[in-house]
């Protein structure tokens, strides 16, 4: 039971960090989901760090699988593709997709770098 409130807590808490800044960060440059790049990129590093530093089970199911599990966001990152190409910005699109797997794998390894060094 104490590992289902952990997650859930997690995945609340996560949420709602992400709604706070999608909607700062939405709309405001160039890149028009900006925050969902932004908490996509940020997810990547902090779970890249969390998987080297081998934390307990707990903080695992808190951080890694509740929290980042809520915070990132695979399913908005898709559907906003989605309006880009209907829109026709095509362009934005790729561009978007490319810089986000691209960028999301760097920040993962380069936490997960910094995670083997930090345990």
Do not use: C, D, P
Not at 57 to 78: A, C, D, E
């Amino acid at each position: 039971m104490i590992n289902f409130i952990l997650v859930t807590t997690g995945g609340f808490l996560g949420s709602i960090a992400r709604a706070i800044i999608s909607k700062r960060y939405n709309n405001r440059f160039a890149l028009k989901h900006f925050g969902t790049f932004l908490v996509n990129i940020i997810g990547s590093f902090l779970l890249g760090i969390i998987i080297n530093l081998q934390v307990q089970t707990s903080v695992n199911l808190f951080f890694g699988i509740g929290f980042l599990g809520s915070f990132t966001t695979f399913s908005t990152f898709k559907i906003e593709n989605l309006s880009l190409l209907n829109t026709a910005k095509r362009k934005q699109a790729l561009l978007y997709i490319s810089i986000t797997y691209i960028l999301g794998i760097g920040m993962a390894g380069l936490g997960f770098w910094i995670g083997r060094i930090l345990s």
